[in-house]
């Protein structure tokens, strides 16, 4: 979707009967009986359905595939090569080629990939939800997402390399990968010392203050990220002692001293609003807001629309709705990429 957005042309091929299965992941569902699952991930595509046990479709797919700049795939290990699509061969045939498969594992790996096990084995899961309470998952497929913003890299990649050498070549992302690397600091903090790392809930193990509070009306959050962020928020809140105390001007010792900052602004927090502090915090340059539902959010997006998802987070145009099953087949079949100039 994202190199949709950004002006490629992309065939979706799906399994006859029932193609992509996020298009049965549901309710909600459409007026249409579409999923928004489904509708969330599929704008800027063109679907046409292909059977890889009929030699009719995999001679289709062949056909593409020769015209195609890029190829992306999320089969199973050996499942392409036995349908006579072996990628290697593929590449190897066509050297302009770009073919990225995304998997679960690695390429090396036949388990299958689903973003919950991911979060669970990267360690993402481990340090997610309250100190006390039990590892929690985020609220988004965060994993998935990742991966595939990873693949979307990967190939703009291999396409730059293409335009400066002439070849293609093979990228491979998986999920596993993707959440590895995005625990950044979390993975370095324990590279570092050798002590594993915890759950923080909604503060942080680096930074004070770094988290939620409640104010008189709702949740807001503080984000300090130095030490002059850190007096000018004391001050708008109205604690100067804080601001002025020597031991709390450097992070490490606000680190330090955890329980008394946090305990010190959720006092204050607590009595006003959250419109007034915010205010406040905004006047003196202190990152801060509300946390807000997702219909919030919607209300304030109003090119978020049912059909083509929320905007283009890479500045690119909803060209196209997402497609029905085999909705362009029939085009496919008779023109290939052809249909894209019709």
Known sequence: MLLGDLGADVIKVERPGVGDETRGWGPPFDDRGRSAYFLSINRNKLSVAADLDEPRDVALLRGLIAGADVVIDNFRRGTLARCGLDPDALVADHPQLVWCTISGFGTASDRLGYDFVVQAESGWMAITGEPQGAPMKTGVALADVLAGKDAAVAILGALM??????????????????????????????????????????????????????????????????????????????????????????????????????????????????????????????????????????????????????????????????????????????????????
Do not use: K
């Open 161 to 342: 390399a293409r335009a400066r050498t002439g070849r293609g070549r093979r990228v491979a992302v998986s999920l596993a990968d993707s959440a590895g690397a995005a625990l950044v600091n979390v993975a370095q903090n324990a590279l570092v010392t050798g002590i594993d790392a915890g759950r923080w809930g909604n503060a942080h193990p680096n930074l004070v203050p770094y988290q939620l509070f409640q104010a008189a009306d709702r949740g807001l959050v503080i984000a300090v990220g130095s030490d002059g962020q850190w007096a000018a928020c004391a001050r708008a809140l109205g604690l100067d002692a804080l601001a002025d105390d020597p031991s709390l001007v450097t992070n490490a010792g606000r680190v330090g001293q955890r329980e008394r900052v946090v305990s010190a602004l959720q006092e204050r927090l607590s009595e006003r609003d959250a419109a007034h502090w915010l205010a406040r915090l905004a006047a003196a340059g202190v990152p801060s807001g509300v946390v807000r539902t997702v219909l919030e959010v919607l209300a304030q997006t109003p090119s978020a629309s049912p059909l083509m998802g929320m905007p283009s987070s890479v500045g690119g145009e909803n060209r196209r709705m997402p497609p029905a099953l085999d909705e362009h087949g029939a085009a496919i079949r008779r023109l290939g990429w052809g249909v894209f100039g019709t």
